[in-house]
């Protein structure tokens, strides 16, 4: 089955550095991948969609420029949250869509990101 | 847009059987089920296409009534291992991103 991988799989940061998440997809690749996060006893809120080769595009209410997509080749896509603050701590979960596969087809999900601000 | 689940929470003995429903105000493409475990991604279990279609996973069926806008998540003669939360996520269009319901927290205890 598809593989998708996330780097690291745990993070502590002080507040005000910058910390970025790596998302691979290992078996397929992936023209769109996605950034959700998570946080305690809630539902998974998607942040943004990443596209190969263009900008991401990001849901009402997340700050662009806070939280920089890169989806540089059809198996990475990296989650860079700027300047974080202890409200930015969260689970964040990438997850992609077989380049071969239709918009509705499977999205394959990472094992997560648990981000801690200090 | 986010799709309604119910219920929110459900206790179960093993062997049990559930229920778990996922509705849309809006005109639905697919409906997708995932299973997720504490401190663990989401789980992908099936993915039901518009068309009323039902598709099952060992002793996990879903249904879709795409009139209703409706689907339904069976879990038959519950195991421990069916612990975790239940996400639906909806597609509305070809060109949509999945959205995820807030959740069905489900135990099933010995």
């Known amino acids: 089955g598809a593989v998708v991988s996330q780097h690291p799989s745990r993070v502590i940061c002080k507040s005000g550095t910058s910390v970025k998440i790596e998302c691979r997809s290992l078996?397929?690749?992936?023209?769109?991948m996605f950034w959700y996060r998570q946080f305690p006893k809630q539902s998974l809120m998607l942040m943004a969609t990443s596209n190969e080769g263009s900008k991401a595009t990001y849901e009402q209410g997340v700050e662009k420029d806070k939280f920089l997509i890169n989806h540089a080749s059809l198996t990475l896509s990296t989650l860079t949250v700027t300047s974080a603050h202890p409200e930015d701590s969260s689970f964040y979960i990438c997850s992609a869509r077989d380049r071969l596969a239709g918009w509705t087809d499977t999205q394959y999900f990472g094992p997560g990101t648990r981000l801690t601000v200090l | 847009q986010q799709p309604v689940q119910s219920p929110q929470a459900v206790i179960l003995r093993e062997g049990e059987d559930a229920v778990i429903n996922c509705s849309s105000s809006k005109a639905l493409y697919s409906v997708h089920w995932y299973r997720q475990k504490h401190g663990e991604a989401p789980v992908f279990l099936m993915i039901l296409l518009k068309g009323g279609e039902q598709k099952g996973h060992e002793k996990i069926s879903a249904s879709f009534n795409e009139k209703k806008q409706q689907s339904s998540l069976y879990l038959t003669a519950s195991q421990l291992s069916y612990s975790g939360t239940y996400f639906c996520g909806t597609v509305l269009s070809g060109n949509t991103p999945l959205v995820f319901g807030k959740g069905t927290r489900l135990s099933v205890i010995a």
């Open positions: 078996d397929f690749q992936a023209t769109t």
